[in-house]
């Protein structure tokens, strides 16, 4: 039997920032949208350019994309340069929308000087852009 679902009116609507061992999640959902269907953590920057690098796992698609651009376009704000390498070798889903989420958040970074790199992609996100026709759009890369 699964535990009850909170009410939407419960406390933890929205996601909080959270620690976690050695890396920093950005966030964490919400009771009632638990176990998250994609998470976002951050890992060690080194070297000049300034450098972030995001671990995605889970599920990139219409439903999680909102909220990936919404902290990454507050990230964006706070940034001025550097380099965003997003790693994408744990994403398990991937649709249309996630990868236009991917795209559209390369180009909106860019604006504010940042570049975003798409880093170790695994079949599931390849295989999405090749059918959607992006693979031309988005640089894909085996490694960093």
């Not at 976002?40 to 000049?48: H, I, P, Q």
């Not at 970074?109 to 880093?119: C, H, K, Q, Y």
Request: with cysteine; proline share 8%.
């Amino acid at each position: 039997m699964q535990p009850p679902r909170p009410a939407p009116d419960d406390e933890a609507d929205e996601a909080v920032p959270v620690d976690g061992g050695d890396a920093t999640h950005l966030w964490k959902p919400s009771a009632r949208d638990w176990p998250p269907r994609l998470s976002v953590r951050r890992g060690a920057s080194k070297g000049l350019p300034p450098r972030l690098e995001l671990y995605l796992a889970g599920e990139l698609d219409a439903d999680t994309s909102p909220e990936l651009r919404e902290d990454l376009a507050s990230l964006a704000a706070r940034s001025t340069d550097g380099v965003l390498v997003l790693n994408l070798s744990d994403i398990t889903f991937c649709d249309s929308a996630g990868l236009y989420t991917l795209l559209g958040i390369r180009q909106a970074l860019s604006v504010a000087g940042v570049d975003v790199l798409f880093a170790h992609v695994g079949t599931v996100v390849r295989a999405a852009a090749h059918r959607a026709g992006l693979s031309a759009h988005l640089p894909l890369r085996d490694g960093v």
